[in-house]
């Protein structure tokens, strides 16, 4: 099951999403009767009390999901509306907290020059980003004056904490996830703050953090997969495409520390909350490897199979 946030006619819903339309949840329970429609009284654009393992609808969620497949095709044709007809927007407007991994895959560690280490031998490394760096399907990423000629794309997958959790293991911690999104970790190489400065230690780890943090460099959606519809994330088939040209393309399955391990880790010393994302980390094929940057009027395309296509111009 697939959800997402968009704005119709003025009004944000929350809704049904396949790709090519989207049904808003609240006028398919009217239709629906009973207790689902009772719930969604009081139904708004809030994701989290859909999804599993807490979500206070869930249950409703998935009658309403039931009543609408039953529907006659020309019952249910009556419901959708397409994409085009609504402004998609980020499944979570502003998550409590953004962790982003660096160097999970071995081939895009490689691909920067350095040799990729052995999970048992290393540990996941992970940054943040601030809620402002948010940014819907559709809407532009905007290329920073500061620093604008070396702009990169990273398709990585996007986990949606469900549940709050500490201290859990690899063998449970998908049990805490409420769903799956695509994220673009939009990333400029070589910002360099005061190029004239004097140059202290650290210098590089924080130009390379900097780098990481300027508006509109997280977009993510175009919606949430439950995750009681996805047995095991690390199945899945990432591709990002700049101006309609394949740049990256790998399996999740390619991951250093896949998602239940990076959530033992960071459970570990940190109290994740639900709305929380976790970026798993992109493979190999980014644009610093080639020297191509991006540019406005660039149109990225990242997508992850079962999940969506994230789309965003550059300006």
């Known amino acids: 099951m697939r959800l997402?946030?968009?704005?119709?006619?003025?009004?944000?819903?929350?809704?049904?999403?396949?790709?090519?339309?989207?049904?808003?949840?609240?006028?398919?329970?009217?239709?629906?009767?009973?207790?689902v429609a009772e719930a969604a009284a009081e139904w708004d654009d809030d994701l989290m009390r859909f999804l599993p393992p807490v979500g206070s609808d869930a249950k409703h969620l998935r009658s309403l999901a039931g009543f609408i497949e039953r529907l006659a095709a020309g019952e249910r044709t009556k419901l959708e509306i397409p994409t085009d007809h609504v402004r998609l927007l980020a499944p979570i407007p502003r998550p409590r907290a953004i962790f982003l991994l660096a160097g999970n895959y071995a081939a895009h560690i490689e691909e920067g020059g350095k040799k990729a280490a052995a999970r048992q031998d290393t540990f996941p490394y992970v940054f943040?980003?601030?809620p402002t760096t948010v940014t819907n399907p559709g809407d532009p990423v905007k290329i920073p004056a500061v620093s604008p000629l070396s702009i990169d794309w990273e398709c990585e997958l996007g986990v949606v904490?469900?549940?709050?959790?500490?201290?859990?293991?690899?063998?449970?911690?998908?049990?805490?996830?409420?769903?799956?999104?695509?994220?673009?970790?939009?990333?400029?190489?070589?910002?360099?703050?005061?190029?004239?400065?004097?140059?202290?230690?650290?210098?590089?780890?924080?130009?390379?953090?900097?780098?990481?943090?300027?508006?509109?460099?997280?977009?993510?959606?175009?919606?949430?997969?439950?995750?009681?519809?996805?047995?095991?994330p690390q199945t899945l088939t990432l591709e990002l495409r700049l101006n309609g040209q394949v740049k990256q393309h790998a399996s999740t399955g390619q991951m250093i520390f896949p998602v239940a391990a990076v959530i033992e880790f960071l459970s570990s010393f940190v109290t994740l909350e639900p709305g929380d994302i976790i970026s798993t980390g992109t493979p190999s094929g980014v644009g610093s490897a080639t020297g191509t940057f991006l540019k406005s009027g660039d149109v990225l395309e990242a997508e992850i199979s079962g999940i969506g296509l994230l789309r965003n111009p550059v300006v």
Request: glycine share 6%; net charge neutral; proline share 5%.
């Open 128 to 130: 943040m980003k601030p």
């Open 4 to 35: 997402a946030r968009f704005e119709h006619q003025g009004t944000v819903k929350s809704g049904l999403f396949n790709d090519h339309v989207v049904i808003d949840l609240a006028a398919a329970a009217a239709k629906c009767g009973d207790k």
């Open 161 to 232: 904490i469900g549940k709050s959790c500490k201290s859990v293991s690899e063998a449970d911690a998908l049990k805490f996830v409420a769903g799956y999104t695509v994220v673009n970790d939009i990333s400029d190489r070589k910002f360099r703050p005061n190029p004239d400065r004097t140059k202290r230690d650290n210098d590089q780890f924080f130009d390379w953090l900097h780098g990481k943090w300027h508006d509109t460099f997280c977009p993510f959606g175009p919606c949430i997969r439950s995750a009681d519809s996805l047995a095991d």
